[in-house]
């Protein structure tokens, strides 16, 4: 080999290095949720990455628009929040849990132009850093939604002409992320993976609500590995992560979501301390906030810590009432997980949710050290 060629390869091996070690530098991403309300809301900036603000929506034209319900000045007091920091990004996410009209914008080609340029005109209208895509979820009615079989194929399509259009925006001056939110197994059928996660920045996993009003039992909504009790086939953190990056997505895009609230159960059987158990009646969700004002610590109410799934669980012998929710000893462990198996980061529902305790933790925990995926 030639001198001038072993100085390529040094220059080469060298440029390499610093680039490793720059990357390794980065932080894991802290993401989150954040809902309209009678206020803007107030957020600690510099202890966030990404802002998704939720939601837009999509009208059966396919096109994208704001609710009335949502204030346009609290989208621009969002943005006004780079101020504080201004590597902040402030994402508009579109959909949510029971917003139709998906199957129809991606099913034609004028639907995509009309879906696509309604979005960009959004990102203008309030400078935003880029759109995130809440279809729960392709091929699936379970929200009492349109769909289609042919939602798969669509949606890849869509997603694929929208990060041109983007990118022809960014004109190479500036990257507008692309994003989606997803959950595992039967939830994800319709997502062409990985082939949509060449188009993404990254997923934005719902790890969250695995137990509710419409599971047979009791347990954990959003445990990071399988309890003792709980059946072979539970739902996990762990296991929808497993799924994704078995389905080829890089582990850098994958962020893995956490719960700021509890989820209730009610006439509970009494074994185990009510976990994975019949339950007779549902409560709802119930807020972090609320959960430290009035739950723990609270006459009749005993918390529990489960060493397998790693996370607590709230319960009440005398009215056989159980909780089930993240607390910061359990968001810890998680963002270690992340941290561990070099994942993109951790996204949080929702903002109004928090006492401040929950993003404390979990910024303390992710940009003490880590990494920033490509």
Request: negative net charge; proline residues 6%.
């Amino acid at each position: 080999m030639s001198a001038p060629h072993r100085r390529l390869r040094a220059l080469l091996a060298t440029a390499l290095l610093v680039f490793a070690a720059a990357a390794q530098a980065q932080p894991f991403r802290l993401i989150g949720y954040v809902t309209d309300g009678p206020t803007p809301p107030r957020l600690p900036a510099a202890q966030l990455d990404v802002v998704n603000f939720a939601f837009a929506k999509v009208a059966p034209d396919g096109s994208i628009y704001l609710p009335d319900q949502v204030d346009p000045a609290h989208v621009h007091a969002l943005v006004a929040h780079r101020a504080d920091n201004p590597a902040l990004k402030i994402v508009l996410s579109i959909g949510g849990w029971g917003a139709g009209n998906f199957s129809e914008a991606a099913a034609s080609e004028a639907a995509r132009t009309r879906f696509i340029d309604s979005g960009v005109a959004l990102l203008r209208r309030f400078d935003l850093d880029g759109l995130d895509i809440d279809w729960e979820y392709p091929t699936l009615g379970d929200a009492d939604i349109s769909h289609s079989p042919d939602d798969r194929r669509n949606f890849t399509v869509l997603l694929e002409a929208l990060r041109a259009r983007l990118d022809r925006e960014g004109d190479g001056r500036r990257h507008y992320l692309l994003t989606i939110a997803a959950a595992e197994g039967r939830f994800a059928e319709g997502l062409e993976l990985p082939r949509i996660a060449r188009s993404l920045d990254w997923i934005n996993l719902m790890t969250y609500d695995f137990h509710g009003s419409l599971t047979p039992t009791t347990g954990h909504q959003s445990g990071l590995a399988r309890s003792a009790l709980a059946p072979a086939d539970e739902r996990t953190t762990e296991g929808a992560v497993r799924y994704f990056l078995e389905a080829g997505v890089p582990a850098g895009k994958i962020n893995v979501g956490v719960p700021f609230y509890g989820r209730r159960f009610g006439d509970v059987e009494p074994a185990d301390a009510g976990l994975y158990q019949a339950f007779a009646s549902e409560g709802g969700f119930i807020d972090w906030s609320e959960i430290v004002r009035s739950r723990l610590g609270a006459p009749g109410w005993e918390r529990h810590w489960d060493a397998q799934a790693q996370v607590p669980w709230l319960w009440n012998p005398a009215t056989r009432q159980l909780i089930t929710y993240d607390d910061p000893q359990s968001l810890a462990i998680k963002a270690g997980y992340v941290k561990r198996n070099k994942l993109g980061g951790i996204m949080y529902w929702e903002h109004r949710l928090d006492d401040g305790q929950l993003l404390d933790v979990l910024h303390k925990a992710l940009h003490d050290t880590g990494h920033q995926s490509p």
